[in-house]
């Protein structure tokens, strides 16, 4: 028991859980309001579009790499889909345009796989390259403009409901959307991917050290390759979502989002230099960085400071991850001086 308390302790998951615990009784303190039941549901509802970014990110960083891009082309395939379905005057159910952004978000993410995995070039420089590319051609090339209305079967989707939770104190009401439950598919297919799959053995290997997962047997190429195809799909599934829950489409409401996803997931306990981490991690960081943004002004801090508490969640992730980086470097050269030097 001892055992698996100390190993416990030495993981992110127990810390970051403690620091969303403290917060959350903080904020009901002050206010008296977060354990509402529409206020938990608020939260929940917030979470789902953050975390099928994040889901897509942790996977990334746990291989070693980074992706930029996911905002801007989570931003393109959203808006294309939809003005290509009101132009055509659809009138259907939602799976045609989850169809359409699932098969464009996988075709955007294969051409950064492409580069990446097969041409072996920087992800950050790759990325950072596509997510100009996919902002000029969505602006550019498709002429962007705010979209005020959307497909019928996209409408009714983003206004359905599995509950609705109300506060018998303020009268106010919170709707479960729909759209959770397919966060929640997600978050269960990448869970079983990871745990149960060559492909999710494989990430970890490489991000670990890509020569001996190499060495070892994986097609790091190919793994890389439709590691950013998944991460292309997850971001435009996010992108048509948050077009469903707001009713429109606006071109570059999503742009700028990439440094928050990647604070929660570093916060989780994901090294930023790859092969450590939890998807458990990845949804707590992001969970504090949402209850961060949402729930400020329940303790009365204007909005206004959100910016300066998200960068200083930044700057803590980043230097969490720096620190494990450095104890693992650390201990792995004190065991490789104990083998090396001979006891007398």
Same mark, same amino acid.
């Given at each position: 028991?001892?055992?698996?308390?100390?190993?416990?302790?030495?993981?992110?998951?127990?810390?970051?859980?403690?620091?969303?615990?403290?917060?959350?009784?903080?904020? %009901?303190?002050?206010?008296? %309001?977060?354990?509402?039941?529409?206020?938990?549901?608020?939260?929940?509802?917030?979470?789902?579009?953050?975390?099928?970014?994040?889901?897509?990110?942790?996977?990334?960083?746990? !291989?070693?790499?980074?992706?930029?891009?996911?905002?801007?082309?989570?931003?393109?395939?959203?808006?294309?889909?939809?003005?290509?379905?009101?132009?055509?005057?659809?009138?259907?159910?939602? =799976?045609?345009?989850?169809?359409?952004?699932?098969?464009?978000?996988?075709?955007?993410?294969?051409?950064? &796989?492409?580069?990446?995995?097969?041409?072996?070039?920087?992800?950050?420089?790759?990325?950072?390259?596509?997510?100009?590319?996919?902002?000029?051609?969505?602006?550019?090339?498709?002429?962007?403009?705010?979209?005020?209305?959307?497909?019928?079967?996209?409408?009714?989707?983003?206004?359905?409901?599995?509950?609705?939770?109300?506060?018998?104190?303020?009268?106010?009401?919170? $709707?479960?959307?729909?759209?959770?439950?397919?966060?929640?598919?997600?978050?269960?297919?990448?869970?079983?991917?990871?745990?149960?799959?060559?492909?999710?053995?494989?990430?970890?290997?490489?991000?670990?050290?890509?020569? !001996?997962?190499? $060495?070892? &047997?994986?097609?790091?190429?190919?793994?890389?390759?439709?590691?950013?195809?998944? /991460?292309?799909?997850?971001?435009?599934?996010?992108?048509?979502?948050?077009?469903?829950?707001?009713? %429109?489409?606006?071109?570059?409401?999503?742009?700028?989002?990439?440094?928050?996803?990647?604070?929660?997931?570093?916060?989780?306990?994901?090294?930023?230099?790859?092969?450590?981490?939890?998807?458990?991690?990845?949804?707590?960081?992001?969970?504090?960085?949402?209850?961060?943004?949402?729930?400020?002004?329940?303790?009365?801090?204007?909005?206004? =400071?959100? !910016?300066?508490?998200?960068?200083?969640?930044?700057?803590?992730?980043?230097?969490?991850?720096? =620190?494990?980086?450095?104890?693992?470097?650390?201990?792995?050269? /004190?065991?490789?001086?104990?083998?090396?030097?001979?006891?007398?």
């Amino acid at each position: 028991m001892n055992k698996g308390l100390k190993k416990l302790t030495k993981r992110n998951e127990p810390y970051i859980f403690l620091v969303v615990l403290a917060l959350a009784l903080l904020i %009901q303190f002050r206010s008296g %309001q977060f354990f509402t039941g529409n206020n938990l549901v608020d939260i929940a509802s917030a979470m789902v579009v953050p975390g099928l970014f994040a889901v897509g990110t942790f996977m990334v960083i746990l !291989s070693g790499g980074i992706d930029v891009s996911f905002p801007a082309l989570a931003s393109l395939t959203s808006y294309a889909t939809t003005k290509m379905l009101l132009d055509a005057g659809y009138t259907g159910g939602i =799976w045609l345009p989850i169809l359409i952004s699932l098969s464009l978000g996988a075709a955007l993410g294969a051409f950064n &796989g492409y580069f990446i995995g097969f041409l072996g070039l920087p992800a950050l420089i790759v990325t950072l390259g596509t997510s100009s590319v996919f902002k000029g051609v969505m602006q550019g090339a498709l002429n962007s403009v705010q979209l005020a209305t959307i497909p019928p079967g996209m409408q009714a989707f983003g206004t359905s409901s599995l509950f609705v939770a109300s506060n018998p104190l303020s009268g106010l009401t919170s $709707r479960m959307p729909v759209a959770f439950l397919v966060f929640a598919s997600v978050l269960l297919v990448s869970f079983l991917i990871l745990r149960y799959t060559f492909l999710g053995r494989g990430i970890y290997a490489i991000g670990g050290n890509e020569v !001996s997962a190499h $060495r070892a &047997g994986f097609n790091t190429r190919r793994t890389k390759f439709l590691l950013y195809v998944f /991460v292309g799909m997850m971001a435009s599934l996010a992108g048509l979502i948050r077009t469903c829950m707001m009713q %429109q489409n606006h071109p570059t409401n999503m742009l700028g989002m990439e440094m928050n996803i990647i604070a929660g997931v570093v916060l989780g306990g994901t090294a930023i230099t790859g092969g450590t981490g939890s998807l458990t991690g990845c949804m707590l960081g992001t969970l504090l960085i949402v209850i961060v943004e949402n729930s400020m002004i329940l303790i009365g801090i204007p909005t206004i =400071w959100k !910016s300066v508490f998200v960068g200083a969640l930044i700057i803590i992730g980043t230097g969490v991850s720096a =620190w494990q980086v450095f104890r693992a470097n650390r201990v792995a050269k /004190v065991r490789f001086f104990r083998k090396e030097v001979p006891t007398i």
